[in-house]
């Protein structure tokens, strides 16, 4: 028995690939951990050198603002976690892995908590030598930078699963 032959209107490739339709992007939140990672880390090295202090000095009329980095052990760490998870997100982009024992998300969340504990203190205790002083605005943005770098941590270990 003979087949029916096919009919195709002219200009027509059976073997051609359809048209894609287009598509609507969808928002994607995978990678966001790894991007916040260095803005964050790059955020808390910043801050370090901002006034976390205000206040009086011992001229009249003169304001004096402490730096970050001027306050101790702690001002200094606070550089040293920043730098660090820059320096890990370095060393991402350029296809250097840590061991598999010791995850980075793991670490970055470690390097967080340590951040917002060491600007906690700061924030919760002003050191003796600074008793003139108040509060000033660079502590806020380095406990929002320490606590960013912990929510980084945070979204890394969730693209892991």
Avoid: C, H, N
């Avoid at 002003?126 to 945070?154: M, N, Y």
């Amino acid at each position: 028995m003979e087949e029916p032959a096919t009919r195709y209107e002219p200009g027509y490739d059976p073997l051609a690939d359809p048209a894609p339709t287009p598509r609507r992007r969808v928002p994607q939140l995978w990678g966001l951990g790894q991007r916040l990672t260095w803005v964050a880390g790059l955020a808390l090295a910043i801050s370090a050198f901002t006034g976390w202090y205000s206040g009086p000095g011992s001229d009249q009329g003169v304001e004096v603002s402490v730096l970050g980095w001027d306050t101790g052990i702690l001002g200094k760490a606070v550089l040293l976690i920043g730098i660090v998870a820059i320096v890990l997100a370095i060393l991402r982009e350029t296809g250097i892995a840590l061991p598999a024992a010791v995850p980075e998300s793991l670490v970055v969340i470690a390097l967080g908590a340590l951040g917002t504990v060491a600007v906690l203190v700061r924030l919760l205790s002003i050191p003796d030598e600074f008793f003139f002083a108040g509060r000033e605005i660079g502590l806020a943005i380095s406990l929002l930078a320490a606590l960013a770098l912990l929510v980084a941590g945070l979204l890394e270990a969730a693209e892991e699963l």
